[in-house]
């Protein structure tokens, strides 16, 4: 017997007793990059033409030497795109698919971080299947049309310790005239294979380790605590779960072990570019929480981070931190989810204690004696002090927000029912704007 839930509107609702796990093929290590001509040809047994997908700083890195030499070993054809935008927008999406289009060619390869590799997934999507970037946009913003079938094959190359996008089926945007962050999301987006190769985290900027090692600690916490699987309605049909299917043992396991990693070796990594231990093992916690988070979904801090990057324009911020090149003000992804994430948890926490509990000693906090109801502030706490210690904005306060912008924020926020769902609480209008006001700060 499955369990059931009584609902004020259907009788009854059929709760999930099940979860899958879905990830692409993992290549991890040092020197990995140089398997990638031989793993591209894998997919291609005739030959053929390969878009290479970068941005115009990466393009200068010897990673890029390393990438282009094992493709043409292989001798591949290969064609280059390296004007990813960093956090792209609908145009810089839509040039990508122009150019995927024209080209025509046979796989994709991406070499960069969540940016680079979130333009590939949507110009192999443009130029493989009929239709525009807005029909198969998630709603309400877009239609939502499901992919209609695989892709192209993409070997995806991440240079951030971050976003976990090559193990994802998730391409993110700024839809610029809606003022607001969205994108698709399909199992089919995920790329063929990851090659992660640690060493690319040596060139990486202070700010960007700092960015995307909080943007893993929240793929982390929000996956361990996400609503269960078992307390989600049954899909219909049962083998359409979706990627945020709520915390399972699966995506606990890889949670957990991130959450620990971060506490570990985010300050090392952050305070030093030469600590090669501390850079190599926040890329594995960030393989390990994005396999964690595209199969358990993330919640509220990431619900509430496209209010914070998308609204910062209408409030004349010239916030942007040194290590992002370019001239307009930007929250870096990571840095918009963290801004709130200790006030999110501490709104949460009483739900679940026990796994925010668990969140706060995994990182590192003082939970010695603490009881279950202090779990919310132990974890505000201890993300609040690594928040600190690795130079990011001090709450929405830190990028220019005052209370007055906290309604603007809440109706950027609401519409992201796809996450807000997955909380292992209800969270609606009323809870968004508690939580905006006292992210305010931090620590
Ligand atoms: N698809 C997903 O599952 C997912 C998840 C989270 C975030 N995202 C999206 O990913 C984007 C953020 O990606 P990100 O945090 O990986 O950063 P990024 O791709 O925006 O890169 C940040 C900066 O670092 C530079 N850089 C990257 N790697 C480098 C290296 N090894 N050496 C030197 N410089 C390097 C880039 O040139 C850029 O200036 C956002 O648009 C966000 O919304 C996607
Ligand atoms: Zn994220």
Aim: hydrophobic content about 45%.
């Amino acid at each position: 017997m499955r369990p059931h839930l009584h609902h004020a509107h259907a009788e009854h609702v059929e709760l999930e007793s099940a979860f899958t796990v879905d990830a692409s093929r993992v290549t991890f290590g040092p020197g990995s990059l140089r398997e990638v001509g031989l793993r591209v040809a894998r997919h291609l047994p005739d030959g053929g033409r390969v878009a290479l997908f970068t941005d115009a700083r990466l393009r200068r890195t010897e990673w890029y030497d390393d990438t282009m030499a094992a493709l043409r070993e292989q001798n591949l054809e290969v064609v280059v795109f390296d004007e990813v935008l960093v956090e792209p927008t609908d145009a810089s999406m839509q040039a990508a698919v122009g150019f995927a289009r024209e080209a025509k060619p046979d796989a994709f390869v991406s070499l960069g971080g969540g940016s680079v590799i979130d333009t590939a997934k949507l110009a192999d999507l443009l130029s493989t299947h009929p239709g525009e970037l807005i029909d198969y946009v998630n709603a309400p913003l877009g239609a939502a049309t499901p992919v209609p079938g695989p892709l192209k094959p993409h070997v995806a190359c991440p240079t951030t310790s971050g976003t976990g996008s090559e193990v994802t089926g998730i391409a993110i945007f700024d839809l610029v005239s809606a003022h607001a962050k969205t994108g698709v999301s399909s199992p089919l987006l995920r790329p063929t294979e990851a090659v992660v190769d640690p060493r690319t985290t040596a060139s990486l900027p202070a700010d960007v380790v700092a960015s995307s090692g909080l943007d893993v600690l929240c793929h982390a916490v929000e996956s361990l605590t996400a609503r269960a699987y078992v307390g989600r309605p049954v899909a219909s049909p049962v083998t359409a779960r979706p990627a945020s299917q709520g915390a399972n043992p699966w995506s606990d396991l890889g949670a957990r072990q991130a959450i620990e990693l971060i506490g570990r070796y985010l300050r090392r990594a952050v305070a030093d570019e030469h600590d090669e231990e501390a850079r190599h093992q926040m890329m594995w916690a960030a393989t390990l929480a994005g396999i964690a988070f595209g199969n358990a979904g993330v919640h509220v801090p990431h619900a509430m981070a496209y209010a914070v990057a998308g609204v910062l324009h209408d409030i004349g911020s010239d916030y942007r931190p040194a290590g992002y090149v370019g001239t307009e003000s930007l929250v870096p992804h990571g840095f918009a989810v963290a801004v709130t994430a200790p006030a999110a948890f501490r709104a949460l926490a009483p739900t679940t204690p026990f796994r925010h509990l668990e969140a706060a000693r995994l990182l590192g906090g003082d939970t010695a004696g603490v009881g279950p109801r202090e779990a919310g502030d132990v974890l505000a706490e201890a993300v609040g002090s690594l928040m600190h210690d690795v130079g990011a904005p001090n709450g929405i306060g830190g990028v220019g927000y005052t209370l007055d912008d906290v309604p603007a924020l809440v109706a950027g926020a609401a519409p992201q029912r796809r996450l807000l769902d997955n909380a292992p609480s209800p969270v609606h209008e009323d809870e968004l704007h508690a939580i905006f006001s006292d992210a305010l700060r931090a620590w």
